[in-house]
Nanobody, 123 residues
Framework: QVQLVESGGGLVQSGGSLRLSCAAS????????MGWFRQAPGKERERVAA???????????PTVKGRFTISTISRDGAKNTVYLQMNSLKPEDTAVYYCNAGNSRLTVVFGSWGQGTQVTVSS
């Protein structure tokens, strides 16, 4: 079982920055790939960025590459946090952002989809 709590969203002007946090817990979480996803109104949920816990393997969607950075902190296997630093934000980045844990390509996820955190970018 994987528990996830996202935070850090908000309203920002175009070109601004935000950092999202995801507190991840559970006995198996450190063995999974972690990812950030987003869903804009009327659109399907999409994978934005992913990483293993060591940070040696990362993935970014083409639309965010060079602007977003995913990173992790893991302390004693108990307190695990995944961050998404978002720079040069654009109005099209407006969405509800979620984190989850899953297989290497995140085609299968192991946590429940929570409420996520809203990111709104004004033009």
């Amino acid at each position: 079982q994987v528990q996830l709590v996202e935070s850090g969203g908000g309203l920002v002007q175009s070109g601004g920055s935000l950092r999202l946090s995801c507190a991840a817990s559970g006995p198996t979480v450190s063995r999974h790939t972690m990812g950030w996803f987003r869903q804009a109104p009327g659109k399907e949920r999409e994978r934005v960025a992913a990483t293993n816990w060591s940070g040696t393997t990362t993935y970014y969607a083409p639309t965010v590459k060079g602007r977003f950075t995913i990173s992790t902190i893991s302390r004693d296997g108990a307190k695990n946090t995944v961050y998404l630093q978002m720079n040069s934000l654009k109005p099209e980045d407006t969405a509800v952002y979620y984190c989850n844990a899953g297989n290497s390509r995140l085609t299968v996820v192991f946590g429940s989809w929570g409420q996520g955190t809203q990111v709104t970018v004004s033009s």
